[in-house]
């Protein structure tokens, strides 16, 4: 018996949230003794790349080396998986929270007869039974499910668990499964990607503006703190709305909701539909030169001061330590 991991990869690397999903299946095998973790990717990416796996916690990846799958298709990624946690015995799925790994554990659910259970934040307690703490409300509570099926499909939030590096490359090995035309019914006929050397949904440090920038022209100095620090940018739903920056990087309830290890927000007054996309994260640290600001409410660190002099000071003694 094993723990299963559903992986997903983009651009030929496997995703950091997936990573973190295995690190959680390999501390949930430590604790239940339910054996070796192991991966499965789906689709065109590099051996290396899927060996590499081992490093976060798993013993072997098992890779469906069928081009079809590299799109993405939801049905086709539900078959693929259900064949692998049936081939290896399984009885725990583990997978990242993602808008592909919500559609494909809602499907998995049916076809294992699983409960499911998303937005995971810690090892489940199996002390007296199995009970799961998962987050609820945007990240503002957080509920206790208890599991009562054989078989479980856990979702997990990023960040939930502590990233393992130190493991020893995993042996891949080739998977084959078993799928039909109508697996591949729908097609997707175009993907738009956000642009930016790191996607906020990947991002460990986002860096976010608002409309205390005064305008388009003044975020030289939000990609350059950005930059030093090896952050993504992002942004509050009125700078997208009025055009200064790409819908993409809307940050809150309505667009992008983020949980980095550390978001700092500047020039952003901190509205409930923008709290509610970034009160996952580990730390938040606002500048914003308005003491009332209510985003200072929810700030791990505040600064209060003008950021066209803060930001500048900032960067310049951030490029002098790192």
Not at 124 to 140: A, L
Not at 242 to 264: C, F, M, N
Not at 269 to 281: F, K, R, T
Request: proline share 3%.
């Amino acid at each position: 018996m094993s723990i299963l991991v559903y992986i997903e990869h983009s651009e030929g690397k496997v995703k950091k949230t997936s990573l973190e999903a295995v690190s959680f299946a390999h501390a949930l095998a430590s604790q239940t003794g339910e054996g070796d973790v192991v991966a499965v990717a789906l689709g065109t990416v590099d051996l290396a790349e899927l060996a590499s796996v081992g490093k976060a916690g798993a013993f072997k990846v098992l890779h469906a080396d069928d081009s079809r799958l590299t799109a993405g298709v939801i049905q086709a990624h539900a078959a693929a998986v259900a064949q692998a946690f049936v081939k290896t015995g399984a009885k725990t799925l583990i997978l990242a929270k993602s808008s592909l790994g919500d559609a494909v554990a809602a499907r998995l659910a049916i076809k294992l007869n699983a409960a499911l259970v998303s937005n995971v934040v810690e090892l489940p307690d199996t002390s007296g039974g199995y009970k799961v703490k998962r987050s609820i409300y945007t990240g503002k509570a957080f509920a206790e499910a208890t599991v009562t099926t054989e078989n479980k499909i856990l979702a997990v939030k990023k960040n939930a668990v502590d990233l393992k590096t130190d493991g020893a490359d995993a042996a891949v090995e080739k998977i084959a499964v078993d799928l039909s035309d109508s697996d591949f019914a729908a097609k997707i006929t175009s993907t738009e990607r956000a642009t930016g050397e790191i996607l906020l949904p990947e991002a460990d440090i986002v860096v976010s503006g608002g409309r205390g920038m005064k305008g388009p022209e003044n975020w030289g100095m939000i990609e350059e703190l950005a930059k030093v620090l090896g952050a993504a940018t992002g942004c509050s739903k009125p700078v997208s709305d009025i055009g200064w920056r790409p819908h993409h990087e809307h940050v809150g309830q309505t667009g992008v909701k983020v949980a980095p290890s550390l978001y700092i927000a500047v020039g952003i007054s901190g509205a409930i539909q923008h709290l509610a996309g970034v009160n996952s994260s580990k730390y938040i640290v606002v500048i914003n030169k308005d003491p009332e600001a209510p985003f200072f409410k929810a700030a791990d660190y505040g600064i209060v001061g003008d950021a066209f002099e803060v930001l500048p000071k900032l960067t310049e003694a951030l490029k002098a330590e790192l």
